[in-house]
T-cell receptor, first 115, second 116 residues
Framework: AQTVTQSQPEMSVQEAETVTLSCTYD???????LFWYKQPPSRQMILVIR??????QNATENRFSVNFQKAAKSFSLKISDSQLGDTAMYFC????????????FGGGTRVLVKP | EAQVTQNPRYLITVTGKKLTVTCSQNMNHEYMSWYRQDPGLGLRQIYY???????DKGDVPEGYKVSRKEKRNFPLILESPSPNQTSLYFC???????????????FGPGTRLTVT
């Protein structure tokens, strides 16, 4: 079974600074997808960014970018120019490319952006 | 507006009193699932459904039941709730994974359940 590990329970960052969240995963599959979800205090799950394993290029979405290291099974998220609205819980998630729609989540990292 | 709705949003109940959390989606998605979120554990899948009348267990199915009589609805049933089922519950839907593409899963707003 696949597992996803987020080793940083909490992180804080000053407004306008950069913060990087770590995520590692374990799988024997070659076809899969990786995601970062944001959960603000409203509890809504919001997709931040996604990466297809077959793509070598790292995904970016505005101030959010990932560092996808397939061999190392690492998928970190970088938040640049942090804003107060980035304060949230962030979850890393894995989805098999061939075995269903199930998402396997990490335990989450709580990010606090300080003014 | 494309969305997944859940009701109720908050529920406090007592041990053993049967309850149902409803979930409905308006995107004609084949796939629906339920997750529970607990501190430090992230979200874990309870049950899922690939289509009408087709359901299967996820990682933590004990104490839960589901049904999929209509494509749009996927209720979660706790026949005899216990305190260890106190959690935040999410319903999600997406197109079938066999329809190739990185299909986003759409999540409902969550249901905070407390069992005393």
């Amino acid at each position: 079974a696949q597992t996803v590990t987020q080793s940083q329970p909490e992180m804080s960052v000053q407004e306008a600074e950069t913060v990087t969240l770590s995520c590692t995963y374990d799988t024997s599959e070659s076809d899969y997808y990786l995601f970062w979800y944001k959960q603000p205090p409203s509890r809504q799950m919001i997709l931040v960014i996604r990466q297809e394993a077959y793509k070598q290029q790292n995904a970016t979405e505005n101030r959010f970018s990932v560092n996808f290291q397939k061999a190392a099974k690492s998928f970190s998220l970088k938040i640049s120019d942090s804003q107060l609205g980035d304060t949230a819980m962030y979850f890393c998630a894995y989805r098999s490319g061939a075995a269903g729609n199930k998402l396997t989540f990490g335990g989450g990292t709580r990010v606090l952006v300080k003014p | 507006e494309a969305q997944v709705t859940q009701n109720p949003r908050y529920l406090i109940t007592v041990t053993g009193k049967k309850l149902t959390v409803t979930c409905s989606q308006n995107m004609n998605h084949e796939y629906m699932s339920w997750y529970r979120q607990d501190p430090g554990l992230g979200l874990r899948q309870i049950y899922y459904s690939m289509n009408v009348e087709v359901t299967d267990k996820g990682d933590v199915p004990e104490g839960y039941k589901v049904s999929r009589k209509e494509k749009r609805n996927f209720p979660l049933i706790l026949e005899s709730p216990s305190p260890n089922q106190t959690s935040l519950y999410f319903c999600a839907s997406s197109p079938d994974f066999r329809d190739r593409g990185v299909h986003e899963q759409y999540f409902g707003p969550g249901t905070r359940l407390t069992v005393t």
